[in-house]
Every structure is written in C-alpha cells, then in structure tokens.
C-alpha cells in the first residue's frame, strides 16, 4: 500500500489508526469516516455546507413556483402533490449532509464567507450518477457495461505494471469497483463530500432512497417522478466489499494529490477531464505518475467551467500530454448513451473520445554544479508573500509553464524563481544564496529541486 503524504511537509501520514503527520504535526480529518485529504480542511468544509444550503433554498424557490403553475389547474393536483414530495424527500437527503458537517464546528462567518452562487449548483449530479450506478436499472447498466468494457480491453492490452491505480472525480465509485479485480490496490477521490458519503454508506451495506424528477418528455404522466433504491448488495464481488483491502477512496483536490512523487503507475478520468481546466491538475499528474506510467482518458469534452480559452479540443489535449512528456499509445472513439431514461423520450448520445498516455521513461536531468540557470521561455509566474522570509508561511507560487502547465511550488521555489529571473548563476552560486536564508546543510538537497524545476520546464540551463 502507498502511503498518503502530509499536504505540509510531504512526510508519509500515520495510517490507519488516525491521518496524522509524524513530522509536522498535522492532523487530518475523518468526514463520516473518509480521509479529508485538503490542504484547508474548514474552507472546504464551509463550502460544501454553503453549497448545499443554497441547493435547498433552490429547491424550496422550485417547489413554491410549483405551487403557483399549478394554482389554477385542479385536474393536476395528483401530480403536484407527487412532484412536492419527490423535492421534499430529496431535500431531506441534502440535510443529511448538513448536518453531518455541522458537527465540524466550522464558525458561521466563514460558511458565508463562501457564497456559492445558486447558478453554480443548480445541477446537482449525485442522485443522477446513483440511479445510473447502484439501482440496477438495465439502461444504467448498459452505458457502465460499454464503459468498463472499454477500459478492461485497454488494460488487458497496453498495461504492464498492475499494481496501484488512482480514480479523479470518481463520483459514486462504481466504475472504480469494477476495475478492482485487475490492481493490487485501487483509490478513488473525489472533491465531493456528498458522493464520497453515498459511496461510503453503500459500501457499508446501507440502501439510499430518492427520486427521479422528469418535468418533460414522459411517455406517462406516472413517470414524472420515480422513486429509487440505490444499493450494492447486487455487486458481483461481494468478498471486495466486505474487507476493503484492495480499495482507499478519500476526499481531495485533484490539483493536489497526497501521493509522493512518482508513486502511481496508472491514473484515470472517466467523464472528469472536462470538469475543470486540464492545466490546474496536469502537472499533479505529471508529478505523481511513475516513469513509464498511463494516464487513461474517457468521455466526451463538454467542460464544465466558464472559461473558453481553456475548452481544448481533443488534438490539443493530446498536444498538452505530448509537451509534458507522453507519448499517446492508444486512441478511439466509444459511442453511448448517457444517463438514459427508459422513462422519458428524450436521451443523450455521447461520442465517448478514449485515449491513453504514457510518460516517458526518464529521471531527472543531469546538473552540473557550473551550469548556468535560467528561467524556461516562456514562464509567467506570481509570487505572493515577502521572498527569504522564514516567519511568513502564507507565501505561495504559482507558475505557468509555456506548455500551459500550472504548479503551485513551496517557498524555497519562489525565491529560486526570484533570483533567477534576475541574472542567470550557476548551480553552485545558487544554492550558496539559498544556504544563506535556509538551514540546509546538505547541498544534495537543493540540487533535487533545481534538477525538479528543470524537468518540469521551470528552469532551463546551459
């Protein structure tokens, strides 16, 4: 089993009895039993709590329009009874999670501070990924039979190395359980409290209940709203859900990982990639995978973010791995159907674009200690904070390469970064600088950052 690493000082954490760091001291929270594995544990706690109030405020202003539509319409009262209950026991689920974070004891102030705007939750996917992935419905099952069929296929066929492989944005879990049996050992993570929750209760033997709400497209008017039961008592491998040894599945931020570097040899985004920029987790994927690893990619590009610039096409993607040291080994086109119905009329077809990339099978640069150092072309970076200042610990970099590849680096980077952009120096008149602000003595030390900044384009020398 890998060890999880302090988000701090990147010492292994303390496992299983309590995530705690032996080195700095850090503690990180269990949420209902799931490692929260987040550099800032309570923004992220008052966000999903501000996230899910302004979700059932949403709800509550949907069910009061309800009422008005339906004001004047007798014939229809059945229906809008159904409809309100459908929203209200749907409510009643969010409040769970409230709730379950409330015990967290995060102060008021910073839980406003948040200010989710309602336009941003408005499409709330956990009850749509549960139906498709643990109520056993056929449709839900023939899209995760095309997916998992696929991606075994790709394993059987260009993976060497089996034994560790990491999920991003693994939702409900489902497609991470199905791939379990071909890896030693499988994580899965998500940003999302309430999926990991669902996750976690199912796996625990727990059922969930909901609805499915259709306002349109209904072959009847009895299948506006459907009640559902999401459950794992059918998964196939019910020894897997009993001991749990092959499977860790944790809350965390994919543009930061709490794997050591190097330390996978597989990586998956099944309908993940275009959730958030490819920039702002890229390098997190670069800096994890093992030389030789894969990164494997399924779903369409539909981006679920604001920002045009970063909607890449498919070539363009593949241009972003190739200039960050991949090759791209495989590539297909798996047509499906997503989050179908049979209830309704209406349903989306996917052209599901499948690729994977391996990273090269090479080290860090060698470093002469009378190179010259230099700033890559191309580098954009921002420095936030007072540079050679030990006492300030706000103090953050973050970078971008001219691949488009964001990082954000520790302290020492920053003033590495500073120094550098002024004249070009040597290794060796560099890390003298560095001895004088950092109580370092081994020089060996600082020659691994520099030799990291090169090969993650940072740096360039001569």
Known sequence: M?????????????????????????????????????????????????????????????????????????????????????????????????KKLEKEDIPLIQILKANRPIGNISHFKDFTYLKRDWCWLAEGEKQLSIITSCLLKIIDGH??????????????????????????????????????YFFNELLQGNELTFYEINYSNTLSDEFVTRKLTASADRFKRQ?????????????????GLPFLDESLASVFSVYFTDVIALKLFLSEVVRVLKPGGLFVHFGPLGYGFENVAEKLSANE?????????????????????????DYVMDAIQLKNWVFVARKHKVGHPTLKTTDLLKLAPGINYQINGTLFSQADQSR????????GLCYALNEISADIISEVSAN??????LISVLKESYVIDDSAVLTDILKDLISKRILDFN
């Not at 020894?239 to 543009?255: A, E, P």
């Not at 953050?396 to 691949?403: I, Q, R």
């Open 424 to 429: 070009a120096l040597s290794a060796d008149q």
């Open 396 to 403: 953050n970099t973050t970078v971008w390469t001219a691949e």
């Open 239 to 255: 020894q897997d859900l009993v001991n749990f040894q092959k499977l860790n599945y944790f809350i965390s931020d994919v543009t």
């Open 317 to 341: 993607v593949k241009e972003r791995f190739r200039s960050s040291g991949f090759d791209i080994i495989y590539e297909d086109i798996i047509p499906a159907s997503h989050m179908e119905s």
């Open 2 to 98: 890998l060890p999880f690493f302090c988000l701090e000082c990147t010492a292994p954490l303390n496992i299983p009895h309590q995530y705690s760091c032996s080195e700095c001291g850090r503690s990180y929270r269990l949420l209902e039993n799931i490692p929260l594995l987040v550099r800032d544990e309570a923004g992220y706690i008052a966000d999903m709590i501000n996230t899910y109030f302004q979700f059932l405020l949403l709800k509550s202003n949907e069910i009061e329009k309800l009422k008005n539509d339906f004001k004047y319409i007798n014939s229809r009262s059945n229906l809008l009874e159904r409809l309100t209950e459908a929203l209200n026991e749907n409510n009643k689920v969010i409040e769970v999670f409230i």
């Open 159 to 196: 993976f060497g190395e089996l034994d560790n492989a990491l999920f991003l944005g693994s939702g409900v879990g489902r497609i991470a359980l199905e791939l379990m049996d071909r890896f030693d050992k499988v994580y899965a993570t998500d940003l999302s409290f309430s999926m990991m």
